[in-house]
């Protein structure tokens, strides 16, 4: 646990460790050389600024130890993964203060093979919890991880994370953001590759091809229980207690279950609309245009013209308007028209062009440079990196 460096002078130690459980900061001083006397001193001082009883199990030291004279130099702890404290001496008088840490950036990409299951694989080799679940979150469109992957699928995980900086390189840093991932599977290639649209600054995830993964429309924009009410030209309406068509497809699901837009768009109400109660419609595109009623409540910065991103929650189920019990109105109009958007051919997902896909295409090129390097490597690669433009720490 110890690791002495050598030092310009044999009297100073550099020291680094790592409290274990149920140390306390004076037991590590005397068992570094530090006189009980002086490392009261070091604690006091760090009072002021940190109080050093509060120590957990892991949390790492770098202490600068003068031996001759059974004292410290300096004392650095990590207090959390942006902040340091630091303890030294400044003529004559121990100061403490709180410093802001650096973050790195370091590109690693995994590869291995596929056991049992993807998740144990991943996790096995040592891929961050964090990156496996949007993995799955990104391929999930297109692979069912629980039923359709087999063992002997190879993956390839290409991410960042943020190392301290002063840091071993073997010591574990934040997973950032998952870059690429590959799955071949039942010899089928399954590809996400991240990209930053520098035309429109969007996110997401692409195939090699430059189409956006996932659909351009979600399927529901509700976890609904049942379909209470099918799309028909003619049924009898259940209040008003005559034939009437039913233009749309209603989703029962309990009050306040968000309610999601099914796709970009701009919103063209936001209101009351009599038997609909609170509504929303947003304008996809010049084709399609989708409709939300009997909402209980509509998303509180929602207004006409507001622009509106696959689903963002623009409301919640209720039963405001002309409704029977708690369920979503969900229809969807193409070139004016109603259709059913159970059934419906919905648009593809689009697709970079021009210089966006010039961008994207030497992405690529990059992103297999790494998997290949990888492979030579033996299925694992670690690169410092330039800090990524924008933030890539994880906002959970
Ligand atoms: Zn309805």
Redesign the pocket.
């Known amino acids: 646990m110890v690791a002495v460096t050598p030092a310009e002078l044999p009297q100073f130690r550099e020291i680094h460790r790592s409290f274990q459980s149920g140390e306390t900061i004076s037991q590590v001083l005397s068992e570094c050389g530090v006189s009980a006397q002086n490392a009261e001193v070091w604690i006091k001082a760090a009072q002021r600024v940190y109080n050093l009883s509060r120590i957990f199990a892991g949390q790492k030291l770098k202490l600068n130890v003068d031996t001759q004279a059974q004292d410290l130099v300096s004392l650095q702890m990590e207090l959390d993964r942006e902040t340091n404290l630091v303890l030294r001496r400044k003529e004559g008088v121990v100061v403490a203060t709180r410093e802001m840490v650096e973050l790195g950036r370091r590109l690693r990409v995994v590869q291995g093979t596929i056991a049992q299951s993807f998740y144990v694989s991943a996790s096995r080799a040592d891929v961050p919890e964090e990156i496996i679940s949007d993995v799955a979150e990104v391929l999930g469109w297109d692979l069912n991880f629980t039923s359709d992957v087999q063992p002997g699928a190879t993956f390839s995980i290409f991410y960042d994370e943020t190392p301290r900086a002063g840091d071993a390189e073997d010591a574990p840093a934040a997973p950032g953001r998952l870059l690429a991932v590959r799955i071949e599977n039942k010899g089928k290639i399954h590809e996400g590759i991240y990209f930053r649209n520098p035309v429109d600054n969007s996110e997401s995830y692409l195939n090699r091809d430059g189409r956006q993964l996932g659909r351009a429309f979600l399927r529901f924009p509700v976890a609904y229980t049942r379909i209470s009410?099918e799309f028909s030209s003619s049924r009898f309406h259940p209040i008003l207690k005559r034939a009437r068509p039913?233009n749309?497809?209603?989703l029962a699901a309990p009050t306040g279950t968000p309610v999601r837009a099914v796709a970009d768009g701009r919103v063209e109400m936001a209101d009351w609309s009599s038997g609909l109660g609170r509504y929303v419609s947003i304008r996809h595109d010049d084709v399609f245009e989708s409709g939300y009623?009997?909402l209980s409540r509509i998303a509180p910065s929602l207004r006409p013209g507001s622009m509106v991103r696959q689903g963002q929650v623009i409301g919640y189920v209720g039963a405001t308007g002309l409704a029977t019990g708690p369920?979503l109105?969900y229809v969807m109009y193409k070139n004016g028209t109603y259709i059913n958007p159970m059934s419906a051919a919905m648009p593809r997902a689009r697709s970079v062009t021009g210089t966006a896909l010039e961008r994207f295409r030497s992405t690529v090129t990059k992103i297999d440079a790494a998997y290949a390097a990888a492979g030579r490597a033996g299925g694992r690669l670690a690169v410092a990196s330039a800090p990524a433009a924008g933030n890539t720490t994880r906002k959970n």
Do not use: N
Request: glycine fraction near 22%; proline fraction near 0%.
């Open positions: 009410s039913h749309g497809v209603d009623g009997h369920h109105h």
